[in-house]
């Protein structure tokens, strides 16, 4: 079966289409993952997940490494098994977990040695702990381990941290090619640092391409430095990277990032930004996000989205989904992620056949223009 395998199908100015081919199943780009930090999609269960259009999600290497551990996954038989998924998962790296949520205790060419924001228990995450730790989860695609730095560090920190993720890039490759078994049905993918500086974007994409990966993540943005200046990034980052490979660009996003970043050239995202937003009471729709705990939606007896088509929107109304987010109830945080979920899919569907038809600029002037207009 085939290992790894990305075709485009059309093209429409920058914007692609096409299939990421894995033996757990195909991958439609542009693609949306959403993210399982801890094994789990919050509030829906794998099934929803599926049924919402989503043909992969996104595990975190830095959560499951301190709990419940990979070598215990891997003894229950997989991340796969152990979340009751069996479509493809794609695992970060760790590095920008151990960068914004612990304790760092010192960063060098080994690795980062920290502390656990659980337990205070101290680790070292380098590149060959880092690809061990998703290859023990079973992921279809790896990450390699990189050093991610905010935009407003001084520049020779920026320059050191994309020189060392050159380096940590060659180590992560070399780990995974010892996969043996699992390196014969995974993936690996580089990461593009450089943060908004062109000349160092350029010589990181230059080293990765040298080194090789199966595909390439554009790296250090939705970091802060606000969308502007990523979109500014966007025009020269990905056009960096090799055109028959997929481009990834982590983190992102809200759905007129996705919708930009698309049009520069991107295939795939993932951002916790609909689960997360779903338990605090904002739904994504054509029009625009709502704040669903605002007190005009009281009495609504209007669905969540008109003509969304999601199970949500099709058994329940505003004012009850309004309720259930005002008193606290879990079923508010389940019915608000299942729609926002299948607004993102219905989203990368809509740019997926947009660019089949080569209408892609008009499909997304449309959608912004509404989706903005609040």
């Not at 299942?338 to 660019?355: K, P, T």
């Amino acid at each position: 079966m085939t290992r790894f395998a990305f075709t485009i199908s059309a093209t429409d100015g920058a914007a692609r289409t096409g299939a990421i081919t894995m033996q757990r199943g195909e991958i439609r780009t542009p693609a949306f993952m959403p993210v399982g930090t801890a094994a789990t999609v919050k509030a829906i269960k794998p099934e929803g997940v599926r049924a919402s259009g989503a043909d992969i999600l996104l595990g975190n290497t830095y959560h499951l490494m301190l709990r419940p551990g990979a070598e215990r996954v891997a003894k229950l038989g997989g991340l796969h098994k152990f979340m009751n998924w069996d479509r493809p998962i794609l695992t970060d790296s760790g590095g920008y977990q151990v960068m914004s949520l612990s304790e760092l205790t010192k960063v060098t060419d080994e690795g980062v040695s920290f502390k656990s924001h659980l337990d205070g228990s101290r680790h070292l995450l380098s590149p060959e702990r880092s690809i061990e730790v998703q290859r023990l989860l079973g992921s279809d695609i790896i990450m390699q381990f990189d050093e991610l730095v905010r935009p407003d560090v001084p520049e020779p920190k920026q320059r050191e941290a994309m020189e060392r993720s050159i380096r940590w890039a060659r180590r992560s490759r070399d780990e995974f090619d010892r996969g043996g078994e699992h390196a014969a049905r995974a993936a690996i993918f580089g990461i593009q640092q450089g943060v908004l500086d062109e000349g160092m974007r350029k010589a990181s994409a230059d080293a990765l391409i040298d080194i090789g990966f199966d595909g390439y993540a554009v790296g250090g943005l939705a970091v802060g430095e606000g969308q502007q200046a990523m979109l500014a990034c966007l025009d020269f980052a990905p056009g960096q990277l090799p055109a028959d490979k997929p481009r990834y660009l982590m983190g992102v996003g809200k759905p007129d990032d996705i919708v930009e970043a698309v049009r520069r050239g991107i295939d795939m995202f993932d951002c916790v930004l609909p689960t997360r937003s779903g338990r605090t009471g904002q739904a994504f729709t054509a029009d625009g996000p709502i704040n669903i705990r605002n007190a005009k939606f009281a009495e609504d007896e209007a669905p969540i989205e008109a003509d969304c088509g999601c199970p949500s929107c099709a058994d329940y109304s505003r004012a009850y989904v309004h309720h259930l987010v005002r008193s606290g109830e879990i079923l508010g945080s389940m019915l608000m992620t299942e729609h926002n979920l299948w607004f993102y899919q219905r989203l990368m569907q809509g740019l997926r056949d947009a660019i089949s038809e080569r209408r892609f600029e008009d499909h997304a002037k449309a959608f912004l223009d509404q989706y903005r207009k609040r």
